[in-house]
């Protein structure tokens, strides 16, 4: 079997066989295969497109790459949850405990935030000693003894994904549904959940701008994950605006603690009680939504959802205190507040501005060897549709530099739209996919 004749093949149009995909995948993998031919085939599937048989066979030979998490030493029907990212977005903080509280197992592997969007893994280490690193062995017992545990990903997950990426993000050639949907779903099949529940953004803070290309991968995750064998959901939800009123990650964690009191904003409570009830469909915890509903508000009623974040925060030797008292968590040195600048309703945030000036403040990442400072942040007095006097607070800055505090608040003015008449209201939850 010869490169060339693949990429001919794929360029004038033909379907690539399971074989053909598995050598290139392999070669590219190992080295044997160079990046001018792997760039090559890649130009050739962004305007060729793929079959569903062939993006079955990429995501697979990409998720067998490296290791397979097994998963079977695990008791119970292990659902997974993967957002494809956003602004504000903190709610494995809060949905975990939720659904293991429930009696879900979720045994979830994270990553950092890099650029505007956060990361799990760092919103968690706003608790003091809290550690992702932890051994297979730990994180299975962890999981059979408290419901969930979150690690790191490993280097050996997906190899082929993480090299491909890298190679089409240099080439113009990520913007493909299928390498995209293939790229999320061999982590995802690689990471060994039984279910999995996907958090589709759409929106001006989210990769998929349009509701169309949102719904359209979606679909295209659907399809991979059920022809793996896996029972797979996705969920579109809105990113227009920030998710909640907070930005930053000890400041996520505490709207995501006052989520779990019963006391988060609506938006990210109707997402959490969403995504929650289709992963307690999927693993067959409840027959409806209306049931699965009535689960997740019981244990977010009787506390042992907040209690289960303790517990899981201590098993990864995190200071469980912080989840009773979040006044232990990051705080930084100034707080103040953006006045609006006129009068009117707020008709537009842009979404992604805002996930920026988390990123100024120091709460983000503008390389993978950036500190991130878990202080900083923004808190949203107004959202979208909120009417706003002149000179009242349109949100609080949270920062420890004067400079960079000044140009987090020019930015969001700029990224704030306010008008005399309220926006159209839309929904928040704009679909959901089986």
Do not use: W
Not at 243 to 264: C, P
Not at 389 to 417: F, I, K, Q, S
């Amino acid at each position: 079997m010869r490169m060339y004749d693949i990429i001919m093949k794929k360029r004038n149009g033909g379907e690539l066989t399971k074989e053909e995909i598995d050598f290139f995948v392999e070669g590219y993998t190992k080295g044997k295969i160079p990046d001018y031919q792997a760039a090559a085939l890649m130009m050739a599937v962004y305007f060729r497109k793929m079959t569903e048989e062939e993006t079955l066979a990429l995501t697979m030979a990409m998720a067998h790459s490296g290791d397979m998490l097994d998963l079977r030493d695990i008791h119970g029907f292990k659902v997974d949850k993967h957002s494809t990212g956003g602004v504000g977005d903190k709610t494995s903080l809060a949905l975990t405990p939720m659904v293991a509280a429930c009696g879900i197992p979720v045994a979830k592997m994270s990553g950092r935030g890099l650029g505007h969007t956060g990361g799990t893994i760092d919103k968690l280490e706003s608790f003091p000693g809290f550690t992702t690193a932890l051994t297979r062995e730990r994180f299975i017992e962890n999981v059979n003894r408290i419901g969930i545990a979150i690690m790191g990903q490993t280097a050996d997950l997906a190899p082929a994904d993480k090299k491909l990426y890298a190679l089409r993000d240099v080439t113009a050639t990520v913007d493909n549904m299928s390498l995209i949907a293939s790229s999320i779903m061999s982590k995802k099949l690689a990471a060994g959940a039984d279910g999995i529940v996907l958090d589709v953004k759409t929106g001006s803070g989210a990769f998929m701008k349009s509701e169309q290309d949102a719904r359209a991968l979606a679909q295209e995750m659907v399809t991979i994950g059920r022809n793996a064998g896996r029972k797979t959901i996705a969920v579109i939800s809105d990113m227009d605006q920030p998710l909640g009123y907070t930005v930053g990650n000890a400041l996520e964690v505490k709207e995501a603690i006052d989520t779990l009191k019963g006391k988060g904003p609506a938006d990210f409570t109707e997402l959490c009680m969403t995504l929650g009830s289709q992963m307690l469909i999927a693993a067959g915890k409840a027959e409806d939504s209306d049931t699965a509903g009535q689960m997740l508000r019981q244990v977010i009623d009787d506390g042992s959802a907040l209690h289960r974040l303790a517990e899981f925060v201590e098993a990864q030797d995190g200071d469980s205190r912080a989840v009773y008292e979040p006044d232990m968590l990051p705080v930084a040195e100034i707080i103040r507040p953006i006045a609006a600048p006129k009068s009117g309703y707020i008709e537009k945030i842009r979404c992604d501005e805002v996930g920026i000036c988390s990123l100024i403040l120091g709460g983000g990442r503008e390389t993978k060897e950036s500190k991130i400072d878990l202080s900083v942040g923004l808190v949203l007095c107004r959202k979208a549709g909120d009417y706003v006097r002149e000179g009242e607070p349109l949100v609080m800055v949270h920062a420890n530099d004067e400079g960079r505090a000044r140009e987090a608040e020019r930015r969001y003015l700029a990224a704030c739209t306010i008008a005399p008449t309220p926006p159209r209201r839309r929904a928040f939850i704009k679909d959901i996919i089986h």
